[in-house]
């Protein structure tokens, strides 16, 4: 089956440190990639849509400068947390889109921890 | 618009009993519908999906789930509780835009 693999799994950095979460598909390419962020306790928070070669289109409420996105090819899109703070500290998971199919390929995540 | 409502947020059954584990959605559209299941530390992992075929649609690990557009429910059952699908479940309806949207999850805990 298709497989997304999300890097790194777990992070830890210090406060004001950027660090860049790359999710890829390994064995098909995807159309789509979503950003999600996943409070304690709370269900998926989509975070943005990203297409092959334009700009993402983020959610309300998430700010574009804070968490970037980048889908430069059809299987490697990158989420890049910028000045990370505690309250950034969470766990964020992508998930690949492929047109024909009406599902999602989820990567395993990433657990970001802002010290 | 699209809604999903999973009516318990956290389910207890022993080892070896029947699971239900409860899912309302809305929804504009004849939708898709899903249920995800997620370990502990690890990453979603997709257990069924409905899509306009079959109502019972049966998925990994022995889990099936119903969909009946009269209740608009789609709750995921299994016969016999194992101690490894202690985990935390999603049900998830997509929309024609290819939109998600998750319910707030169902924790389920198998007592030994």
């Known amino acids: 089956g298709a497989v997304v693999s999300q890097h790194p799994s777990r992070v830890i950095c210090k406060s004001g440190t950027s660090v860049k979460i790359e999710c890829r598909s390994l064995?098909?390419?995807?159309?789509?990639m979503f950003w999600y962020r996943q409070f304690p306790k709370q269900s998926l928070m989509l975070m943005a849509t990203?297409?092959?070669?334009?700009?993402?289109?983020?959610e309300q409420g998430v700010e574009k400068d804070k968490f970037l996105i980048n889908h430069a090819s059809l299987t490697l899109s990158t989420l890049t947390v910028t000045s990370a703070h505690p309250e950034d500290s969470s766990f964020y998971i992508c998930?690949?889109?492929?047109?024909?199919?009406?599902?999602?390929?989820f990567g395993a995540g990433t657990r970001l921890s802002v010290l | 618009a699209q809604s999903v409502t999973q009516l318990d947020s956290h389910v207890s059954v022993s080892e070896g009993t029947p699971v239900l584990l409860r899912c309302n959605y809305s929804?504009?559209?004849?939708?898709?519908l899903f249920w995800y299941v997620q370990h502990p530390n690890k990453g979603l992992q997709l257990l069924l999906k409905?899509?306009?075929?079959?109502?019972l649609v049966k998925g990994i690990n022995g889990f099936e789930a119903e969909f009946k557009k009269s209740e608009t429910s789609f709750h995921l059952t299994k016969p016999s509780a194992h101690m490894s699908d202690a985990a935390e479940y999603f049900c998830?309806?997509?929309?024609?835009?290819?939109?998600?949207?998750f319910g707030t999850g169902t924790s389920l805990t198998v007592i030994p």
């Open positions: 998930s690949a889109g492929v047109r024909q199919f009406r599902g999602q390929y």
């Open positions: 064995d098909f390419q995807a159309t789509t």
């Open positions: 990203s297409n092959e070669g334009s700009k993402a289109t983020y």
């Open positions: 929804s504009s559209y004849s939708p898709s």
């Open positions: 409905y899509t306009s075929a079959a109502t």
């Open positions: 998830v309806v997509k929309d024609t835009g290819n939109q998600f949207y």
